[in-house]
């Protein structure tokens, strides 16, 4: 005989198992939607990403400093065919040495860096090593860029089709270096530069160059970073110690002034900033102006406390660093100028701007500077870190240009996972 007291028990399990159902009916719809959410992304191919190394897997950027043997960045140097580099250092050895010499540079600090990545597979970056500024043309004997674009289109083409690392990103992880007047637009002069643009195939890369100004213009319209001019390393050591050197001229320029008087190009060199300060200060005896060449001009430099940086056809010019290494105080007279590594080379400390309307009260300004602060600016000037900073070593060393332009790159390649990761999020967050 079936006992009574169990019956109710039996007849009350349906009623409490449903009552569990819904008392829990809220945490299995989230898991349930949980997971055919996992599935639906799994299933979804997503597009390449633009620098390759997991947002997820990536380490917080870690605080550097001068003493750090390198940046975590990880890059692969192609090797090219000779055509595209060894085969203009051959050619010429200016091709290493010229203020446009940074590709070169850089190029051979990279292959001797003990965090390059060995193999392709391995890297967050690609060097592409071509050189374009090592053309040096009869007539003038300076740096021609009429085969640039060619000469990079012939890399890229080589790239896409002998490589697999170029077309999954589009080359948005590739680094090529420009470090010439107009930087990615590859033509010394501005107007023509702009018309030209960046070449299409190189929309996506990232750029070293020497060009740089504050606000839009379309030749750093492109990921970039910039660059010091290249001067040699030993510049800094050929000379007796600028805190002990004799400092007997007040203002020292030497280079060209003006284009021919006809001025056939209708073009004015300097945007007649030079001309300007020929013509107020060819006859003041403080100021030393000189149009010709002069081999050792770098010892006039030495004896000088102001060096004039006026721009020339683009705002950037060798002198920039040539005064930091020779104790001379720049004056920078180009307008919305932007300079490499201003984290580390804190310019406001070292050097001085004048804005390219002001030249007739350049005497004046630099007065005042004698009067008040000149013996500060001279000593940040003789900071060996923002010396170091300035100056392409090969091999590289810690805290140089090349260490810094690693550093940029760092900073890059974190900046652009932060944007990938929060992209994809709010691209699959669900609608409410």
Same mark, same amino acid.
């Given at each position: 005989?079936?006992?009574?007291?169990?019956?109710?028990?039996?007849?009350?399990?349906?009623?409490?198992?449903? %009552?569990? *159902?819904?008392?829990?009916?809220?945490?299995?719809?989230?898991?349930?939607?949980?997971?055919?959410?996992?599935?639906?992304?799994?299933?979804?191919?997503?597009?390449?990403?633009?620098?390759?190394?997991?947002?997820?897997?990536?380490?917080?950027?870690?605080?550097?400093?001068?003493?750090?043997? %390198?940046?975590?960045?990880?890059?692969?140097?192609?090797?090219?065919?000779?055509?595209?580099?060894?085969?203009?250092?051959?050619? =010429?050895?200016?091709?290493?040495?010229?203020?446009?010499?940074?590709?070169?540079?850089?190029?051979?600090?990279?292959?001797?860096?003990? +965090?390059?990545?060995?193999?392709?597979?391995?890297?967050?970056?690609?060097?592409?090593?071509?050189?374009?500024?090592?053309?040096?043309?009869?007539?003038? +004997?300076?740096?021609?860029?009429?085969?640039?674009?060619?000469?990079?289109?012939?890399?890229?083409?080589?790239?896409?089709?002998?490589?697999?690392?170029?077309?999954?990103?589009?080359?948005?992880?590739? /680094?090529?270096?420009?470090?010439? =007047?107009?930087?990615?637009?590859?033509?010394?002069?501005?107007?023509?530069?702009?018309?030209? %643009?960046?070449?299409?195939? *190189?929309?996506?890369?990232?750029?070293?160059?020497?060009?740089?100004?504050?606000?839009?213009?379309?030749? @750093?319209?492109?990921?970039?970073?910039?660059?010091?001019?290249? /001067?040699?390393?030993?510049?800094?050591?050929?000379?007796?110690?600028?805190?002990?050197?004799?400092? =007997?001229?007040?203002?020292?320029?030497?280079?060209?002034?003006?284009?021919?008087?006809?001025?056939?190009?209708?073009?004015?060199?300097?945007?007649?900033?030079?001309?300007?300060?020929?013509?107020?200060?060819?006859?003041?005896?403080?100021?030393?102006?000189?149009?010709?060449?002069?081999?050792?001009?770098?010892?006039?430099?030495?004896?000088?406390?102001?060096?004039?940086?006026?721009? %020339?056809?683009?705002?950037?010019?060798?002198?920039?660093?040539?005064?930091?290494?020779?104790?001379?105080?720049?004056?920078?007279?180009?307008?919305?100028?932007?300079?490499?590594?201003?984290?580390?080379?804190?310019?406001?400390?070292?050097?001085? @701007?004048?804005?390219?309307?002001?030249?007739?009260?350049?005497?004046?300004?630099?007065?005042?500077?004698?009067?008040?602060?000149?013996?500060?600016?001279?000593?940040?000037?003789? =900071?060996? /870190?923002?010396?170091?900073?300035?100056?392409?070593?090969?091999?590289?060393?810690?805290?140089?240009?090349?260490?810094?332009?690693?550093?940029?790159?760092? /900073?890059?390649?974190?900046?652009?996972?932060?944007?990938?990761?929060?992209?994809?999020?709010?691209?699959?967050?669900?609608?409410?």
């Amino acid at each position: 005989m079936r006992d009574p007291n169990k019956l109710p028990r039996r007849s009350q399990a349906p009623s409490s198992l449903a %009552g569990k *159902l819904r008392k829990h009916s809220a945490w299995l719809l989230l898991l349930w939607f949980a997971l055919s959410l996992y599935l639906f992304l799994s299933a979804t191919p997503h597009a390449a990403p633009p620098l390759q190394r997991s947002a997820f897997l990536r380490p917080k950027p870690r605080a550097l400093s001068a003493h750090t043997a %390198g940046p975590p960045v990880r890059i692969y140097v192609y090797d090219l065919p000779a055509r595209f580099n060894r085969d203009w250092l051959a050619a =010429d050895a200016r091709c290493g040495r010229h203020l446009f010499a940074a590709e070169v540079a850089v190029h051979q600090a990279l292959l001797s860096y003990a +965090g390059r990545a060995a193999r392709p597979e391995d890297a967050d970056l690609f060097f592409v090593p071509v050189y374009v500024s090592c053309n040096f043309s009869t007539p003038n +004997g300076f740096p021609s860029l009429s085969h640039a674009r060619g000469l990079l289109a012939d890399a890229v083409h080589l790239l896409r089709n002998d490589m697999p690392y170029w077309n999954r990103s589009a080359g948005a992880d590739h /680094v090529f270096v420009a470090s010439h =007047d107009f930087g990615a637009c590859f033509h010394p002069m501005e107007d023509v530069a702009i018309a030209d %643009g960046i070449p299409d195939f *190189l929309k996506r890369s990232i750029l070293l160059q020497t060009f740089g100004v504050n606000g839009h213009h379309i030749c @750093q319209d492109v990921e970039h970073v910039v660059i010091p001019p290249h /001067v040699p390393p030993e510049v800094a050591h050929e000379l007796p110690e600028p805190d002990k050197s004799r400092r =007997d001229i007040f203002a020292f320029f030497r280079g060209k002034m003006e284009l021919h008087p006809k001025n056939i190009s209708g073009r004015f060199y300097s945007k007649k900033v030079r001309t300007e300060l020929l013509q107020h200060y060819g006859r003041n005896k403080k100021f030393y102006l000189k149009r010709k060449r002069f081999d050792n001009y770098r010892s006039e430099m030495a004896r000088s406390l102001f060096c004039l940086c006026p721009l %020339g056809w683009a705002p950037w010019s060798p002198r920039l660093v040539e005064s930091v290494l020779l104790g001379c105080i720049p004056v920078i007279i180009a307008d919305n100028i932007r300079l490499p590594f201003p984290s580390v080379v804190r310019w406001p400390d070292i050097s001085l @701007q004048v804005a390219e309307k002001d030249i007739a009260s350049l005497e004046m300004v630099l007065d005042h500077v004698v009067a008040t602060n000149l013996t500060v600016i001279q000593k940040n000037l003789w =900071d060996p /870190v923002k010396r170091n900073a300035l100056v392409f070593n090969r091999p590289m060393e810690a805290g140089d240009a090349t260490w810094q332009v690693l550093r940029e790159l760092e /900073v890059l390649l974190d900046r652009s996972q932060r944007r990938r990761y929060v992209g994809s999020w709010r691209r699959w967050r669900p609608e409410r």
